[in-house]
């Protein structure tokens, strides 16, 4: 992994929230039990160039009434408070395509988007199934620096490949106060990381994204994840819609 030598704070930025099915964060377990979940941007303070992970989405992007999101607030109201504007953030590192992570992207004037080739690969020609969840008109027309597998980004942050949920995700390590920090590469709740007695009756030790490519993949990934990580960052876990600073 090699040694980091910066150390950021990660502010988390709710931008939407909503009721979902917990199934949807532990694949084939919890079926039926309802919990909210949030949708964020990270912005990596102390980052030079200034750096977020992710672009966010509002409420009003969830256009599937069945799953509905309701705003928490705007993007530029969520980067105001850290003294910020859209046009001020220069990286924004994407954990993958799916539009709830992309689609407030052409409100970054001046950013590049850091995405796995894979990812924009399978984006602009996804299977059937999943292209409800690519949505072109976010994605198309970026300045996009495209990676191929594990990489530093910059002093002190890393991405790692970590597929399955779709083909391309990456988390992002960043050094923190507490260690490493991962923000997940795939929707997660904590509950995709802890083993109930059940799970350990049968010898799984995590759980997997119920949206996926590949749920071998995605299990993979999630376990390389808790063994890695100093403290886990799941991309949708309503932990964070009050917390003010990771690390």
């Known amino acids: 992994m090699g040694v980091f030598n910066v150390n950021y704070v990660i502010r988390p930025i709710a931008l939407c929230s909503g009721i979902r099915d917990q199934s949807q964060w532990t694949y084939r377990w919890n079926i039926g039990q309802k919990v909210l979940s949030a949708c964020y941007i990270w912005y990596l303070e102390g980052s030079d160039p200034v750096t977020i992970v992710d672009a966010g989405a509002q409420g009003e992007h969830f256009t599937n009434p069945e799953f509905p999101m309701s705003t928490c607030r ?3 109201e969520g980067l105001h408070k850290y003294g910020l504007k859209p046009e001020d953030v220069k990286q924004i590192v994407v954990t993958h395509l799916h ?5 407030l992207a052409q409100r970054y004037t001046n950013a590049t988007f850091i995405v796995q080739q894979k990812e924009l690969a399978f984006a602009r020609n996804p299977h059937v199934f ?3 969840d690519y949505r072109s008109e976010y994605f198309e027309g970026l300045n996009y620096h495209l990676l191929d597998g594990d990489q530093e980004v910059m002093p002190g942050v890393k991405v790692l490949l970590t597929p399955g949920h779709s083909p391309g995700g990456q988390s992002i390590v960043v050094s923190v106060r507490g260690g490493k920090a ?3 590469g795939f929707c997660a709740q904590m ?4 083993q109930t007695p059940a799970m350990k009756a049968r010898g799984v030790e995590v759980a997997a994204a119920g949206l996926h ?16 990580a100093d403290i886990i960052v799941p991309l949708h876990d309503p932990m964070f819609m009050e917390m003010e600073r990771i690390g």
């Open 213 to 228: 490519t590949d749920c071998r993949e995605v299990y993979d990934s999630a376990l390389k994840i808790k063994h890695t």
């Open 191 to 194: 509950s995709t990381f802890i």
């Open 99 to 103: 539009f709830d992570h992309i689609a």
């Open 130 to 132: 999943l292209a409800v």
């Open 182 to 184: 991962i923000i997940t």
């Open 74 to 76: 705007s993007l530029e």
